[in-house]
């Protein structure tokens, strides 16, 4: 089910409860003679039948069906609707369908159905190749301008407010620096004495990595560096480092087909909320609960001399 959240985005939600009635009122509907073969006839209660379409909308309405098997689920639907149309016809008979509070719950019912309607048409008819590769073209511009660094490091460890500790660390990293300045093999020392768990295997390989996923103190000193160069103690609050970079990169930029998921729904939203926003721009909304909104007061001109 789709929602609007105060800020006019559209939300999907699962809400079995507030659609009920609606429901109902498909279910008692009887297809037309010649949609017959393609809208299967599967079950009747009490001479009400219930379509294979009903059981579509019965799954959509009823949220998350624990994993079962395609006969099970079958079963599963069909007792879901079948009980629907008997308690609902218990309902009716007790007038319950004739109170003030449940024609307003069904009127409300109806605008919503209508509204995720348009909005889902919306997004549908929003989702052209033209569109999706536009959004996508975009993104790459973006992401051309993003760095990367591929650099190895060695990690001594320090205790956060111990001087002792941070100063051992320290004196640590300038002896692996003394070493490495010597012509030692950074990948060889690294598996030897750094800290860094998953750097012990690996020879302190960090890979490539952007400014904003390492903390700013390694970033900063990272993306300063040339390809080949080592760094000075760089302190952050894991420990003292010293840093290699290995390359440098323009961040690549990933297939259109691995994102293509994210792209359909950034486009489908962005069409939706564009559509509430101009009914919205629209529309005269006046609110009763509040007191009127007074008018933005204009500075008063200075006195003339």
């Not at 996508?136 to 490091?153: C, F, N, S, W």
Request: charged share 30%; aromatic share 6%; with cysteine.
């Amino acid at each position: 089910m789709t929602i609007l959240s105060p800020a006019g985005t559209p939300v999907y939600a699962r809400q079995a409860g507030l659609c009920a009635a609606i429901l109902t009122l498909f279910v008692m509907t009887a297809a037309p003679v010649g949609a017959q073969n393609k809208d299967p006839l599967v079950a009747k209660v009490n001479g009400v039948e219930i379509h294979q379409s009903d059981l579509a909308v019965a799954e959509d309405e009823a949220g998350q069906i624990p994993p079962m098997s395609a006969e099970a689920k079958q079963d599963y639907l069909v007792q879901f609707v079948a009980d629907m149309i008997l308690v609902s016809k218990a309902a009716e008979a007790r007038k319950f369908g004739e109170g003030p509070d449940f024609k307003r719950k069904l009127e409300f019912a109806r605008k919503k159905l209508l509204m995720e309607g348009l909005l889902q048409s919306v997004g549908k008819e929003a989702l052209t190749n033209e569109a999706m590769h536009k959004v996508y073209d975009e993104a790459v511009k973006q992401l051309g301008e993003e760095k990367e660094v591929h650099a190895r490091h060695i990690l001594f460890r320090a205790q956060a407010g111990d001087e002792k500790s941070g100063k051992e660390a320290e004196d640590k990293i300038k002896a692996v620096i003394a070493r490495l300045k010597k012509g030692e093999d950074f990948a060889k020392v690294a598996s030897e004495v750094t800290e860094d768990p998953s750097g012990k295997a690996n020879g302190g390989d960090l890979g490539y990595f952007s400014k904003e996923q390492m903390v700013p103190e390694f970033s900063e000193a990272a993306f300063k560096l040339d390809k080949g160069q080592i760094s000075d103690p760089v302190k952050t609050q894991f420990g003292w480092h010293v840093i290699k970079v290995e390359d440098k990169r323009a961040k690549p930029a990933p297939a259109f087909d691995d994102v293509k998921s994210q792209i359909e729904n950034y486009v489908t939203r962005k069409a939706q909320a564009e559509l509430v926003t101009k009914l919205r721009a629209d529309a005269k909304i006046e609110r009763m609960d509040k007191p009127a909104a007074k008018p933005e007061e204009k500075p008063a001109a200075p006195a003339k001399k």
